[in-house]
């Protein structure tokens, strides 16, 4: 197994690696060059990009997404800590598997935003609002990951989009879930898909996301199955998405929670 890189934090250090990387300067995916404050290269095809972004509604967000120099620890554990529509984030879907080739191919087939925020019955954001008929599908998604981080819920956020040299660019929120309970019927596909996801990082030397956004280069090739989820409680107001690639997130459906995941290692 090989060991951990380590992260380089100097101006000179960020500087360097990222002038090393080649096709850096021209694919799309990459956060604004202020908020870069690490580097770590696991392999010499593979760095990460630590940066100060995270979802503007997250605690210490401040002005367009940055947080402050001192960054939150991450949650401890793995279970959910949220209360914003639990019952929906922690069940899945019983309806078959439909299969798409990319995440515009996905985004062509949701409801307009309109009508499921003026849903009949309308969706709550408690704890117990379960899902509704929208909700009921189960999707296969080839994709790449540009970006990730671990909410204060404990959801990591996965930013998926398209091809690295597809135009222009689109992207989909996916989220391993925190885990509910350990006699849950979801419980063993939301743990396996969250294991996988940290051995990943772990078998490459490098770190799963903390709570500000990570993004990748190269983008990951990655494939996800999981359950659709419209993220009620961003139907206004701050909506998810680290601020360097949200302009390009045209939903808040997502895929939630992810039931299987399987990343390519570079």
């Known amino acids: 197994m090989p060991k951990s890189a380590k992260k380089k934090t100097s101006a000179k250090a960020i500087a360097s690696t990222l002038a090393s990387l080649k096709g850096l300067s021209n694919r799309p995916g990459l956060p604004a060059g202020d908020s870069v404050i690490g580097v770590t290269t696991p392999t010499n095809k593979f760095t990460i990009i630590h940066t100060k972004?995270?979802?503007?509604?997250?605690?210490?967000?401040?002005?367009?997404?940055?947080?402050?120099?001192?960054?939150?620890?991450?949650?401890?554990?793995?279970?959910?800590?949220?209360?914003?529509?639990?019952?929906?984030?922690?069940?899945?879907?019983?309806?078959?598997?439909?299969?798409?080739?990319d995440v515009k191919a996905l985004i062509k087939t949701l409801p307009a935003e309109s009508k499921m925020i003026h849903h009949t019955p309308p969706i709550g954001t408690g704890a117990t609002s379960k899902r509704v008929k929208e909700e009921e599908r189960n999707v296969h998604v080839t994709a790449f990951m540009y970006a990730a981080s671990r909410e204060a819920d404990n959801d990591f956020h996965l930013i998926i989009g398209l091809g690295p040299t597809v135009t222009p660019d689109m992207y989909m929120t996916m989220e391993l879930s925190g885990l509910p309970p350990a006699g849950s019927a979801s419980f063993a596909k939301l743990k396996a898909a969250r294991d996988a996801f940290k051995k990943f990082f772990k078998d490459i030397g490098g770190q799963s996301p903390g709570t500000t956004y990570d993004f990748y280069h190269p983008p990951i090739p990655v494939q996800i199955d999981g359950?659709?989820?419209?993220?009620?409680?961003?139907?206004?107001?701050?909506?998810?998405?680290?601020?360097?690639?949200?302009?390009?997130?045209?939903?808040?459906?997502?895929?939630?929670?992810?039931?299987?995941i399987v990343l390519k290692k570079p």
Do not use: W
């Open 227 to 260: 359950s659709l989820f419209f993220d009620m409680s961003h139907a206004s107001g701050g909506r998810p998405g680290p601020p360097s690639l949200k302009s390009r997130m045209p939903v808040i459906f997502e895929v939630h929670p992810i039931t299987k």
């Open 53 to 101: 972004e995270l979802d503007v509604y997250e605690q210490g967000a401040m002005g367009p997404g940055l947080a402050p120099a001192a960054a939150a620890a991450a949650p401890p554990g793995d279970n959910f800590g949220g209360t914003a529509r639990k019952a929906a984030k922690l069940s899945i879907s019983t309806a078959k598997t439909e299969n798409f080739a």
